[in-house]
């Protein structure tokens, strides 16, 4: 029965992994974007990328035929994929600098842009001078948390990295950092669409510059140059300006519905039911198949864990060891980042997430597996070996039925991990519930009760997860 059920979930996991690996492996380009940077990329209210890059970007593809998949990510993510050739370009409010020069190659420069420093609508703060001691609220990888590190020492204030723009905000705006920098557009964007904050140097912006589509330094010059004779189409003909006017003449809310939502929780689920249909598939999606293929991974280790020869022994409990001790976002972003850049061979996000999980989550299973057997009193194995049985049938039908028996809690408990793990894996672009809730914030600054909407369906599938957790043990026994 055991081993009917195992098959039969092996085969449903191959399935979808095949499916996403072909899914991952359309012959078109990948870029990178950073959706919680309105007005230039952000989602509407169907879920769709849009702003002034994302119309760009679609308008420049029509022209010059070629096709691409966007995926959103922090800035930070979404840059390192680009520098080591995990994605083809990059289009997300990216400055041009000359340190990046050394590492990426950059399109006609698009939109000009420079460093703001900002603070609470309602501060008292007039200088930079009264950061001192005091918390500021930073974006990792950005220009602009290069440009506030920079003044770091000068005025003497402690920093605080955050993966998006909005959640920095409501840093400063929640009172629990005094300061943030971000780049001019995109904090007079956001003022002008109700976030409580005021900008300190509008007439005299750090690092003033310009933001740049971006590929790989040497790499991908076919793009680069579609991009640049179809953004000098667009701009000719006066496509772009009609975008950008678009975008600059009206609120936010106009694409992303979010005045709608402001009444109630029924209303934030109406207008983002689709983006929440879909997170929510993704991390059922990537729960069952990583319960089912760490749970075989697990098992294994965990049996090799207790095999009569030593040196098989060693080898589980060094894998055991080794992937227990990486957090899992570190081995998430080795998988997904680190190895490609070695390797040359890219990785879709979805299948790094699944090894990622089955790494992690084998090893935890592999350890209470391997206690589970060592649990089953010693005399039961001597007693069926006396009775001449041999040692692999003796762990075959004596051990093992008890072992897994006692097993199962543990079991049931690491689903439930995994699927709250899952989360973890929105730090590399999956658009599973956590990355979603942070795109719906980023365009309806509610976040209370989005994530309160958020946490709820976690509870309602860990419920789920529970009781079919708790069939199958029934049917099991
Ligand atoms: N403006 C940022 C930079 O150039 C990018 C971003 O935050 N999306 O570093």
Redesign the pocket.
């Known amino acids: 029965m055991f081993k009917k059920y195992l098959l039969g979930l092996a085969s449903i996991t191959l399935f979808f992994t095949f499916i996403s690996t072909v899914n991952a492996a359309e012959p078109n380009y990948t870029i990178t974007t950073?959706a919680t940077?309105a007005p230039f990329t952000f989602q509407d209210k169907h879920s769709n990328y849009v702003g002034i890059e994302q119309e760009t970007m679609k308008a420049i593809a029509k022209r010059e035929g070629f096709t691409y998949t966007m995926k959103p990510m922090s800035?930070n993510s979404a840059a390192q994929l680009v520098s080591n050739g995990q994605a083809d370009g990059i289009i997300?409010?990216?400055?041009i600098t000359p340190e990046r020069k050394e590492v990426y190659d950059f399109s006609t420069p698009y939109y000009k842009t420079g460093v703001a420093w900002i603070v609470k609508k309602d501060s008292k703060i007039k200088s930079l001078k009264e950061l001192k001691g005091q918390t500021v609220a930073l974006?990792t990888?950005?220009?602009?948390s290069e440009y506030g590190k920079s003044l770091q020492s000068k005025y003497g204030f402690k920093v605080k990295y955050f993966n998006d723009?909005d959640t920095m905000y409501n840093d400063v705006v929640v009172g629990n950092s005094v300061a943030t920098f971000e780049?001019m557009p995109v904090i007079q964007y956001a003022i002008k669409n109700g976030m409580a904050l005021k900008v300190m140097n509008a007439a005299n912006p750090g690092n003033a510059g310009w933001y740049g589509f971006a590929v790989e330094k040497g790499k991908n010059k076919a793009l680069l140059q579609s991009f640049n004779r179809g953004f000098a189409a667009i701009k000719k003909d006066g496509t772009y300006n009609k975008i950008v006017t678009k975008y600059l003449g009206a609120t936010q809310s106009t694409f992303s519905g979010s005045k709608k939502d402001n009444g109630s929780i029924l209303g934030i689920l109406r207008s983002n039911q689709s983006a929440l249909l879909k997170g929510l598939w993704q991390t059922i999606e990537l729960t069952f198949i990583a319960i089912l293929l760490a749970s075989i991974w697990g098992i294994l280790l965990g049996v090799l864990g207790v095999s009569e020869y030593k040196w098989l022994r060693a080898v589980s409990t060094t894998i055991i060891y080794v992937f227990r001790g990486l957090p899992l976002m570190v081995l998430a972003f080795f998988i997904y980042i680190g190895l490609p850049g070695v390797t040359g061979v890219k990785i879709p996000a979805f299948t790094a997430g699944i090894i990622t999980l089955i790494l992690n989550e084998g090893a935890y299973t592999a350890a209470f597996v391997r206690g589970g057997f060592e649990a089953v009193d010693r005399g039961q194995m001597e007693a069926a070996r006396s009775l001449g049985l041999p040692y692999n049938t003796a762990m075959r039908k004596v051990i093992m039925p008890q072992g897994l028996r006692i097993m199962v809690p543990s079991f049931i408990n690491q689903f439930i991990i995994t699927l709250k793990d899952t989360s973890i894996l929105s730090a590399i672009g999956l658009l599973e519930l956590t990355q979603t809730g942070t795109l719906i914030v980023a365009r309806n600054s509610q976040g209370f009760r989005v994530w309160a909407i958020i946490a709820i369906i976690y509870l309602v599938i860990i419920t789920l997860l529970t009781w079919l957790s708790n069939w199958i043990e029934k049917k099991l026994k």
């Open positions: 950073d940077y800035f997300a409010g990216m400055s974006k990888g950005t220009a602009a723009t780049d």
